[in-house]
C-alpha cells in the first residue's frame, strides 16, 4: 500500500463549487503540505503544517483552506473554485525527528480540472 | 526572497553523462535537495546536500558549492527511463519551520 495517498486522483468540477482534496499517509510523519504544479511554474506550496495544531499559509494561499483533522491526514478545500485552480494538487509529508526528516514524500497526485 | 534557476529543457544521448544545474540565491542555507519526477507522477527523492562535495549514488550524483550557490546533478550511462524532470530545492536556513523551495525543474529528454 501507498504511504502517501490522495483522494479523489481526478476530479471536474464547475466555477463556483466548494470541493474538498484529501491526503492520508501511514508514515507516521509530522509535517504535511499541499502543492499544485502548473506548466512552466514548478511546485508551489499552498499551506503547510507542522503538527495538528500548527497550520502555516504558503506563497499561494488565497482561495484554499486547510484542516489538519490528525496527524495522518491533511485536506485541502477550494470554497468556491475558479478555472485558474485548474493545476495538478500533491500533497507531502516529511518526519522532523529523523536526520533525513527534511526529504519530503509525495502523494500521487490529484488531477483537478474546474470548468 | 529566495531564487533557484534551473535550465528549462536538455537532451541527450542513451549512454552519455549529462549535467543539470542548479543556481540558488536565499537568506541562508540549510540544504539542497534533488528529486525526479517523470511526466504525471509524482517527485521522488534522489539526493540530499547540505555540505560542499559529491554525494554519489549509483549512476546519480549531485554536487553542492556553497559558496558559489551552485549545485548540479550528474547522470551517468543514462537510459531512456531517465527521461523526466528534475527539481532542485533548497531549504533556507533556520527554516526548521520553513519548507523546501522548489526551482521549475529540468525536463531531461533521453534520445536513442
Known amino acids: 500500500d501507498a504511504d502517501v495517498t490522495q483522494t479523489p486522483r481526478n476530479r471536474i468540477t464547475k466555477t463556483g463549487k466548494r470541493i474538498m482534496l484529501e491526503c492520508s499517509q501511514t508514515?507516521?510523519?509530522?509535517?504535511m503540505y499541499w502543492y499544485r504544479q502548473d506548466p512552466g511554474l514548478g511546485l508551489r506550496l499552498i499551506y503547510y503544517s507542522f503538527d495538528v495544531k500548527d497550520i502555516n499559509k504558503g506563497e499561494i494561499s488565497d482561495g484554499y483552506s486547510v484542516s489538519r483533522q490528525a496527524q495522518a491526514k491533511f485536506s485541502l478545500s477550494l470554497e468556491s473554485a475558479i478555472p485558474n485552480q485548474t493545476a495538478l494538487y500533491f500533497c507531502a509529508t516529511s518526519d522532523s525527528k529523523t536526520w533525513g526528516g527534511r526529504t519530503q514524500y509525495f502523494g500521487p497526485g490529484t488531477r483537478l480540472l474546474v470548468l | 526572497g529566495q531564487n533557484i534557476d534551473q535550465p528549462t529543457e536538455m537532451t541527450a544521448t542513451e549512454g552519455a553523462i549529462v549535467q543539470i544545474n542548479c543556481t540558488y540565491q536565499?537568506?541562508?542555507?540549510?540544504?539542497l535537495f534533488w528529486y525526479q519526477q517523470h511526466a504525471g507522477e509524482a517527485p521522488t527523492f534522489l539526493s540530499y546536500n547540505v555540505l560542499d562535495g559529491l554525494e554519489e549514488k549509483g549512476r546519480f550524483s549531485s554536487f553542492l558549492s556553497r559558496s558559489k550557490g551552485y549545485s548540479y546533478l550528474l547522470l551517468k550511462e543514462l537510459q531512456m527511463k531517465d527521461s523526466a524532470s528534475y527539481l532542485c530545492?533548497?531549504?533556507?536556513?533556520?527554516?526548521?519551520?520553513?519548507?523546501?523551495?522548489f526551482g521549475k525543474g529540468t525536463r531531461l529528454s533521453v534520445i536513442a
Open positions: 508514515k507516521g510523519h509530522d509535517r
Open positions: 536565499t537568506s541562508g542555507f540549510n540544504g
Open positions: 530545492a533548497v531549504r533556507a536556513l533556520n527554516s526548521g519551520n520553513t519548507p523546501l523551495v
